[in-house]
């Protein structure tokens, strides 16, 4: 047999098989790249909005691995009520050590290895000089890094998805000399990558079905079938745990309904919305979503049955609104592919280029790989287009880049647009961005260059990229307006400092959020009670009087206009403006208690008894409340 091997060899139909050697310059730049996501972790990691308690769903998914590091391996009772890999990702890697830190850190070096994923899978579809474009474009990312340091599920999305399509371009290379194991081997494990994508990002469930399918009509149906069952080995213990728990085939958790809702009903916009007696966290996903499906049925339901109970309410508008329903999923895949940044959970922007943090230098984003990515996909598919039926081609296996991409932009406009869902789609197109870049060298090359002359195929090609290229410009440049929740990452972060009783800092963020959105009340005066707080009452007091006669929608806020008065020394004033005051619905028992208190001492009785008696229609039966009003009598 080694006879046989090394003739084939010598007649040059067999390569000869060369050593492995270190590729130094990539793994200088895997280096770098570390280094820099190791320098924004630094900078970022203490943030107080950053920390798993700042507020957002990072306290869900620590008290999930929390219970699983308590022995609780199953989490019952009922389906997940998020996606479950992370919180399992996440219990591992406490357990080897109680640090948020080393999580972070095991999250940056996935991070790092993603770039180097990105590398392998453009060199097998695109060559060498876009692999390293592509690597290069990978590392200047900053939403990649800036997800692999938050304590969420996103963290391990853009690894997860480039180490998947490396696996998935290498095993579709088959080279000769390459034994076809290998390939199959590779195939398998781009099929478990994606299904624990699957277990992190539900969505991308309809990627895996248009590679499958791509990958059957290019006549890679042994290829198709590894990787089916990479992917339903990766999804079988869940499916497994689910039927144990629940008595239910599910495959995953039980939010899909409600996601699918968000995005397709009449008031959707193709961003995450409000569902009305459902509060926007995990908590409300949970429990909330229960009683108001509950509700509508008139029965208890199961996890599974109300997901389904909100899938209906989602399809049942589609077929009463089609048109609606058709202009609503337009709209999605442009904001799929715009340029602006979609916030849910976190700014970006704000975290970018409001903090200070090395962010602000990773430039590249979807204004950059959208408009590379379509030209760099078209120039690559004409390219290649004699090859797309020669099985083991390149061409075949850039084909099913193709798939991935346009049915993962799919799945995302099925439900709703939010910047970390994007991040697999901007991992894949990272990858044609690279090729595009390898062409635009070969177009501007001079005649002394060592780059080689493009071919006659690549001239020929050129025109078309550059107008497909052209096309991904102008939709990333669509001029949506999109909120970037730069101004309620400075409300939350404000909040937080008056908590810690950072005055002068919750006075500072506050004064930004004000400068970012003035007509807006709340903003206004929670400003105006933290220069109060600061001892700038004279300045404070007129934001807060202006908020109150605007008609700022807080309970207690006409109390607090009223107190801070007296305590600029405008009795007169403040005695005046409560003879005014009636209750007003939005205010609490407690807050019309404190108004009762303050009138009394103002020597202002009759405003006193308006306020308690409102205070006993709350909360009947009030001791305190019932006392001071019969002392007034």
């Given amino acids: 047999m080694g006879g046989r091997r090394r003739r084939a060899q010598k007649a040059g139909v067999v390569p000869t098989t060369r050593r492995a050697r270190w590729n130094w310059g990539l793994i200088l730049l895997l280096a770098a790249v570390f280094a820099v996501k190791a320098t924004v972790l630094a ?78 899978a453009a060199r097998a579809w695109a060559g060498a000089r876009a692999a390293w474009c592509a690597a290069i474009l990978a590392a200047l990312t900053g939403v990649f890094t800036f997800y692999e340091i938050v304590i969420f599920q996103s963290s391990i999305d853009v690894f997860l998805t480039a180490a998947a399509l490396a696996c998935l371009a290498s095993g579709l290379r088959q080279a000769r000399g390459i034994p076809a194991e290998a390939g199959s081997y590779l195939m398998l494990a781009s099929g478990v990558l994606l299904g624990l994508q699957f277990l992190n990002r539900p969505n991308i469930i309809i990627a895996i079905a248009g590679v499958v399918l791509a990958l059957a009509a290019i006549r890679h149906r042994r290829a198709a079938l590894w990787l089916t069952a990479g992917a339903a080995l990766a999804v079988a213990p869940v499916a497994v745990r689910n039927a144990i728990v629940t008595h239910d085939f599910a495959l995953t958790s039980s939010q899909g309904g409600l996601n699918f809702y968000i995005g397709n009903s009449g008031a959707a916009t193709g961003q995450y919305v409000d569902v009305p007696g459902v509060r926007p966290n995990m908590a ?75 962010l602000r230098w990773l430039v590249v984003g979807p204004w950059l790989l959208v408009p590379l990515g379509f030209a760099g996909a078209a120039w690559l598919l004409m390219e290649q287009r004699g090859s797309w039926g020669s099985k083991g081609s390149t061409g075949s296996g850039f084909v099913v880049c193709v798939a991935f991409i346009v049915s993962y932009a799919i799945s995302i406009a099925v439900f709703f647009v939010a910047e970390r869902y994007r991040l697999p789609l901007l991992v894949a197109l990272c990858i044609p961005s690279g090729a595009a870049c390898d062409l635009l060298l070969q177009a501007i090359r001079k005649p002394s260059s060592p ?49 810690n009783r950072d005055y002068d800092g919750a006075a500072a963020e506050l004064e930004h959020a004000y400068t970012l959105r003035p007509s807006d009340t709340t903003a206004e005066f929670n400003y105006g009670m933290a220069l109060v707080s600061t001892g700038r009452a004279k300045d404070g007091l007129a934001h807060v009087r202006h908020a109150v006669d605007a008609g700022v929608a807080m309970p207690g806020a006409r109390y607090a206009l009223a107190s801070t008065m007296f305590m600029t020394g405008d009795r007169e004033g403040a005695v005046a403006l409560l003879q005014t005051y009636s209750p007003a619905p939005e205010d609490d028992a407690m807050s019309c208690y404190r108004v009762a208190e303050l009138a009394m001492g103002a020597g202002a009785p009759n405003v006193a008894q308006r306020y308690l008696r409102r205070a006993l229609e709350l909360k009947p039966g009030w001791p305190e409340a019932s006392q001071l009003l019969q002392q007034i009598r």
Avoid at 337 to 342: E, G, K
Wanted: glycine fraction near 8%; charge should be neutral; hydrophobic fraction near 45%.
């Fill in 284 to 358: 409300g996903q949970e429990e909330d979503t229960r009683r108001v499906a509950e509700r509508a049925a008139g029965r208890s339901l199961s996890d599974a049955e109300v997901s389904r109970a909100f899938t209906r309410l989602a399809f049942q508008w589609i077929r009463e609104q089609p048109a609606a329903a058709g202009q609503l999923f337009i709209r999605k895949l442009a904001l799929t592919f715009n340029a602006r940044h979609q916030w849910l959970d976190f700014s970006y922007p704000y975290y970018a280029y409001d903090t200070g943090s090395a």
């Fill in 451 to 499: 780059l080689p002359p493009p071919t006659s195929a690549a001239r020929a090609a050129l025109p078309v990229a550059a107008a497909i290229g052209l096309a991904g410009a102008l939709v990333t440049s669509l001029p949506f307006t999109i909120d970037d929740g730069r101004f309620e990452e400075r409300l939350r972060l404000s909040k937080v400092l008056m908590n």
């Fill in 43 to 120: 900078q970022l990691q203490h943030h107080p909005l950053l920390e798993p308690d700042g507020g957002v769903d990072s306290a869900a998914y620590v008290a999930l691995a929390r219970r699983v590091l308590g022995g609780e391996l199953l989490l019952r009772p009922g389906l997940y009520y998020l996606s479950p890999l992370y919180v399992y990702f996440l219990a591992a890697l406490l357990g080897v050590s109680d640090s948020f830190t080393f999580v972070r850190l095991v999250q940056i070096a996935l991070g790092t290895a993603a770039v180097g994923c990105v590398f392998a």
